[in-house]
């Protein structure tokens, strides 16, 4: 039951810790003490390192582990065209620590489409790994649920719903041309259809003026709009998770409000499910998925570095098969080991050490 396309048996999320030299060179660029060639040319040297140690560790799939971004949606959305970054106050907080309140608005009428720079981050792994280089970007709910209506000026969109097919139309530009650039492996980090399993973060929605019924509807036309355009032989999978940041989180609550939505109107491939804690819930919701798709069980934590015992995950991947067949389903950490340039609380070495045993235990249960 091996696989040969993606989602393989043994994956991951595609963050990876940032190594300590490339801290410093992020921090010296910071204060000026090094230009950004400078720094270029030290995130090639380190990135070109933990795509040998993905390949080493025997992941069939390899990301630059996201090390030219400070966050996981940010950087990406902060260069479509019509899209601003800045520093604001954030309006969901995360449980303890919290991030640099970075920020998005629209600036300007979307739709269009400049040259993106992360279509050269994807280009530089492809050119160095003989491995499926996968690239992760943000769900084009990234730019919306955060903020509602505040982000989106009424002086540019006074009708929110050209908003939504106009945000559709920027990412479907920007996947084409990650297809054309030879991407055949891409991921949508997806965190708002699990923020609408939490009933505090529905009811935020809904103070705001947004229904938390709609939105899931909403988001799945502009998934859908954005992997229109993409072809045959490409795989886009979800990721799904409840925040991540220094090992910390922002929602509860399984996926039940929105499992048939997610499975059966999206048209992804596969599916990066968080199932490492109970506030993911049960496995009850994977009765939804059609024959044809995948869903990587993320029972594996990046927020800690002790290693789960393989009995108990063979014991959850088991119990995973009382809704959807094995050969449907793939294991995997339940999010990136570093969703932000900070990195959760574990050790590079813990890092490795788990995505080993990912690797390892795949080949226990569904061979080589």
């Not at 959850?316 to 067949?325: F, G, L, M, N, P």
């Not at 793939?330 to 340039?341: D, N, R, Y």
Request: charged share 25%; aromatic share 10%.
């Amino acid at each position: 039951m091996t696989r040969t396309k993606p989602p393989f048996r043994a994956d991951h999320v595609g963050s990876l810790l940032r190594s300590a030299p490339l801290k410093e060179a992020r921090a010296k660029r910071e204060t000026g003490e090094i230009t950004a060639d400078q720094l270029e040319a030290i995130e090639d040297r380190e990135i070109e390192a933990i795509i040998r140690k993905q390949e080493a560790v025997g992941l069939k799939s390899v990301t630059d582990g996201e090390y030219r971004r400070a966050f996981w949606n940010y950087d990406f959305l902060g260069k479509l065209d019509g899209v601003e970054a800045y520093l604001g106050e954030r309006k969901i907080a995360f449980q303890g620590v919290q991030p640099k309140p970075m920020m998005l608005r629209v600036i300007g009428k979307l739709g269009g489409y400049v040259p993106h720079p992360m279509i050269e981050h994807f280009k530089f792994v492809q050119s160095h790994t003989k491995a499926t280089p996968k690239m992760t970007i943000p769900s084009p709910s990234s730019l919306h649920f955060r903020y509602g209506r505040a982000a989106v000026p009424e002086a540019i969109y006074p009708a929110m719903d050209d908003f939504y097919r106009d945000l559709g139309t920027s990412f479907r530009k920007a996947v084409r041309a990650f297809a054309d650039a030879g991407c055949r492996y891409l991921q949508l980090d997806e965190v708002n259809f699990t923020y609408l399993c939490d009933a505090e973060l529905r009811k935020h929605v809904t103070q705001r003026g947004d229904d938390p019924e709609r939105l899931p509807h909403i988001y799945a036309t502009m998934i859908n709009t954005a992997i229109s355009d993409i072809p045959a032989d490409m795989t886009v999978s979800m990721h799904l998770c409840r925040g991540n940041f220094q090992s910390t989180f922002v929602a509860s609550g399984g996926y039940e409000p929105v499992a048939e939505i997610l499975f059966n109107e999206i048209k992804v491939n596969g599916y990066f499910m968080e199932y490492d804690s109970a506030r993911a819930g049960g496995f009850e919701p994977l009765r939804f998925v059609p024959k044809d798709k995948t869903v990587v069980l993320g029972l594996v934590t990046s927020k800690s570095g002790a290693l789960e015992s393989r009995d108990e995950l063979k014991r959850r991947i088991d119990e995973a098969t009382k809704y959807v067949s094995l050969d449907q389903l793939c294991l995997s950490p339940q999010c990136g080991f570093a969703s932000t340039e900070e990195g959760n609380i574990l050790t590079e070495e813990q890092q490795w050490a788990k995505l080993r045993m990912i690797v390892e235990l795949s080949e226990e249960v569904w061979g080589r």
